[in-house]
């Protein structure tokens, strides 16, 4: 075969795959590695097809392949990265980093691009190394300064966080995810606002638009601060119906979940396959969006047994991996139809494999994706020495939380108040489930009484926990970057007596009050 074959078959591929014809494209990327074995972007595009025909570990395969032959063009490595981050291997990236030379690099907008993916693995240092040299290169580049922006939220330092969004906005004025992060950094007043400016930029933004849902949750983050309450409620109307058209949420498919869920995952089934000797105890933090995880999991990272793992997908990634199959978000329908089969065993081995890192050479790691709470009954199966803290949060509170949350594409059921009730109550019929089949397995955490009395309730928690006694479990300080949308909320020690913000909107949040009646 002459040199001329491979580019021949890449193409014939790559049709193929524009025309949605993944088999056949698959099987063209296939030809081109039998010609060509070290061609990493046919290793990376024939993982995407092998997804895109629902085998995810074949998908994986590919990939790993890819890593093996350490590419080097910018898009190759960015290709790589990007695969690496949708199958949750962080280790993974974090060796196509070493051998990247992304040091060398002079794209800024390629090194931006890498330290977001770097970032969503909990890298921050090395993704803020990364922006600092893609300034470096590019001194006025938005997209760097509005990430530098977000990184530094991350950690803690809002001023510093608000001078790299507002050179963001002064060199991109229509970056509306700027706007939005900077409406979350403080309490916005009447002499230090930006609602005039973002008023300006509606007529430019397309309706319906990613751009104008963010512009519309972070005018409606504005106005609510300022007490404008009326116009605040109308911006968030409109952040709603953006996110709900963009993101709609499958109530079906919901409803086969939880009661699937509730059929399969019985006393028998949860109890524990045999586990090997771990190196540490995970301890999942569940429950809500917006129901005090994340202040639980930083109180809890103040003890020197314990190191914060965050927001991860850690434990789906191996249910995805045992059931051969990508599902949506945490769980969904066909996941659990597959669950009956999954080998366990190989789930909670691979899970331990897989953060190990995390944990730091501690004893203890936790996981604080709230929606775990879907897969406690895996969880208890796969990993006899979890601990499981569950976060309890007012209904109300926890909900308009949410309703009032821009999320990225999770939570699709938080822009419509039905759908948000609907949601609420499975929640809470499934939380009740497992504490029916597994008692004694699930601790639960009241905010309230969380913040009023930390003493106290960490004294329980840590007991729960097999921790000894720690004073520095208590409080905030020297809390780490925190990347959820409770980042800004994390810093200044423990709130106290909040009010509950729902009560300007309590008549346009009938259908939500109405619908959590049975569960206030």
């Not at 629902?54 to 590919?62: H, I, V």
């Not at 009661?259 to 809500?288: K, R």
């Amino acid at each position: 075969m002459n040199a001329e074959t491979v580019p021949a078959l890449w193409n014939k591929a790559e049709t193929y795959a524009r025309q949605g014809q993944w088999a056949a494209a698959l099987a063209q990327y296939d030809n081109v590695l039998a010609r060509d074995p070290g061609h990493a972007m046919a290793m990376l595009r024939a993982s995407r097809m092998a997804l895109s025909l629902g085998r995810y570990r074949d998908g994986l395969d590919y990939t790993l392949r890819a890593l093996a032959r350490r590419p080097g063009s910018d898009e190759a490595v960015l290709t790589l990265v990007r695969a690496l981050r949708m199958y949750n291997e962080p280790v993974a990236l974090l060796e196509c980093l070493e051998h990247s030379r992304w040091r060398e690099r002079r794209s800024a907008t390629w090194l931006t691009d890498l330290a977001m993916m770097v970032s969503t693995i909990g890298a921050n240092d090395l993704a803020m190394e990364m922006l600092d040299l893609a300034i470096i290169r590019e001194p006025n580049n938005p997209q760097t300064r509005y990430f530098r922006g977000v990184v530094r939220m991350f950690f803690g330092d809002m001023e510093a966080s608000e001078r790299e969004l507002e050179l963001c906005i002064a060199k991109a004025p229509g970056f509306t995810q700027a706007h939005w992060v900077l409406s979350r950094l403080r309490k916005q007043t009447e002499d230090a606002n930006h609602v005039e400016r973002m008023r300006a930029l509606i007529p430019k933004v397309p309706r319906g638009s990613d751009s104008d849902s963010y512009l519309a949750f972070a005018l409606h983050n504005e106005l609510h601060d300022l007490g404008r309450h009326a116009d605040s409620w109308q911006a968030l109307q409109q952040g709603c119906r953006c996110k709900r058209q963009l993101t709609p949420h499958d109530r079906t498919d919901a409803r086969r979940m939880y009661d699937g869920l509730m059929a399969l995952a019985d006393e028998q089934f949860v109890q524990p396959v045999a586990q090997s000797e771990a190196t540490f105890v995970p301890v999942f933090i569940v429950g809500m969006h917006r129901s005090g995880s994340t202040l639980l999991e930083q109180l809890l990272g103040g003890h020197p047994m314990v190191a914060d793992g965050g927001e991860t997908y850690a434990f789906t990634t191996q249910m995805r991996y045992a059931a051969d199959y990508r599902n949506k978000g945490v769980a969904d329908a066909e996941l659990v139809r597959r669950a009956a089969n999954v080998d366990y065993g190989l789930v909670g081995r691979r899970f331990h494999e897989a953060t190990a890192w995390r944990a730091k050479g501690k004893p203890y790691l936790t996981e604080k994706l709230p929606s775990n709470f879907l897969n406690l009954g895996f969880i208890a199966k796969a990993l006899p020495q979890a601990r499981i803290l569950h976060m309890v949060r007012d209904p109300l509170d926890t909900c308009f939380s949410n309703l009032r949350t821009m999320f990225s594409d999770v939570n699709t059921f938080s822009y419509d108040q039905q759908e948000l009730a609907e949601w609420y109550g499975q929640y809470r019929q499934l939380m009740a489930h497992w504490h029916k089949v597994m008692p004694g397995r699930i601790l639960d955490v009241h905010y309230d009484a969380l913040v009023e009395d930390p003493e106290g309730v960490m004294r329980r928690v840590l007991e729960f926990c097999g921790l000894p006694w720690d004073a520095a479990a208590t409080t905030l300080e020297g809390a780490g970057a925190v990347a959820t949308a409770s980042s800004p909320q994390m810093r200044g020690g423990i709130i106290k007596n909040r009010k509950a913000a729902w009560s300007p909107y309590e008549k346009q949040l009938q259908p939500l009050i109405e619908g959590l009646a049975p569960y206030r």
